[in-house]
């Protein structure tokens, strides 16, 4: 774990059993109205040192780095006036290192819960103020309650992370916190849904908690995440690396993979959980997911569509464009808009109801999957199955990407992942080819073959093993190209064949699309499809 050193200049809990008056010293006319008094004195004491946190000299601190406190941001994220703390004056029972006489009500953490537009969601709050945010016994234990909360009611957590990391006072009790904490949310994973923003530092084994929730979100410039820092890499391997280039958001949204997306403060961080929020069910019961007035036309035409798509099959264009166009009133909320932008995630509603969207982008690497695009829609696919959300494929894919550093990175290990979220996956699905479907990829992207729902491609898509140049030179060895790439063309650079066949339920005008779509989520909104009984899949990871 990454640790965080406590200082001797913390101040003491102002609470004294010699503040209060007792009955064998109470000098006070009525005895009892005395010691009601000078408890609830106390008691407000405590209570407004663990409003003020670390108190106002490190508040400013925050606030130099651009940066709210726990309390602020807590107070952002929910409605006005929802919000409830829990266990605001427990503090830790450490006596290690002179820790006996340094105690802060609440101990570094704020938790509880409240409504986000009305729905109900459990939250903490890492308070770097108070011993730098350490994770203690008391502090895992705070956060622990409300995860278990959460799961026993149905409801989201959301945690505020801005730690420095285990404290080391209290030895193997705060590694232990940590493992506790690790547990839960794993056994809160796919029951209700998990979001992580990092708004500081979470560094070392504290890492893994945020990794296991489902989305993770980044402030820019102010908030990193690494195993290892920056002075270990160096010691180990003589590289020299800033915190920012190690673990910062732009690092962890666009080469790793690790985060959703990152913001500029933490004010747009939050306002984008709220938002985020609004898409998500509360748990894992169907009759948790959000459902929104009707504003938009289901059979409003697209007129749009009919121009979008390229002729030129090799002629790249943005698939953004085709979805915003179907889903309600063009909103789109990417996940991952920066990570293997070959392929888009995203949440969008269509009637209203919430939808996933997956879909090959042409725009980048001509829309190929490789394997950070396989990886980034296998786990948002497994996402929407575990939370009872249909998925709606977009397919334009001319395969997977070719090259020694995809098979020696493992595509055919990670490209397997996104196939068996697909096949694994029982809600309703539905898939529309927009031009490309080419080889495997085509199995792949939601096909009949992996109990797609229903399957549909526009009058320009092409279904076929590979393109029509590849597949004549192996066919005719190159004899009479130009004749027989005429008439491979005819034959299979279209969608015909698979109609024929069955494995596309009908060829549709652009331009019908969203109506359509609309009419098959009414349809499917009470699908029941189990898998065969077992522990557990194994999924190739």
Known sequence: ?????????????????????????????????????????????EREQAILGGGEARIEKQHEKGKLTARERINLLFDDGTFREYDQLKGHRCNEFGMGSTSHPGDGVITGHGYINGRKVFAFSQDFTVFGGSLSETNAQKIMKVMDKAMKVGAPVIGLNDSGGARIQEGVDSLAGYADVFQQNVLASGVIPQLSVIMGPCAGGAVYSPAMTDFIFMVENSSYMFVTGPDVVKTVTNEEVTQEELGGAKTHTEISGVAHRSFRDDVSCIKAIRKLYDFLPLSNDPSSLPVKPVTDPPNRPLPALEHLVPDDPNVPYDMTEIIKQVVDHGDLYEIMPNYAKNIVTGFARMEGRTVGVVANNPSTLAGCLDIDASTKAARFVRFLDAFNIPIVTFVDVPGFLPGTDQEYGGIIRHGAKLLFAYAEATVPKITVITRKAYGGAYDVMSSKHLRGDCNYSWPGGEVAVMGAKGAVEIIFRGKDVEKNTEEYTGRFANPLVAAQRGFVDEIIDPEDTRRIICDDLQILENKKLENPPRKHSNIPL
């Open 1 to 45: 774990m990454a640790c965080s050193i406590i200082g001797s200049e913390e101040p003491k809990s102002s609470f004294s059993s010699s503040n209060i008056c007792t009955p064998q010293h109470c000098t006070c006319p009525e005895d009892g109205l005395c010691l009601e008094e000078g408890f609830q004195g106390w008691l407000e004491k």
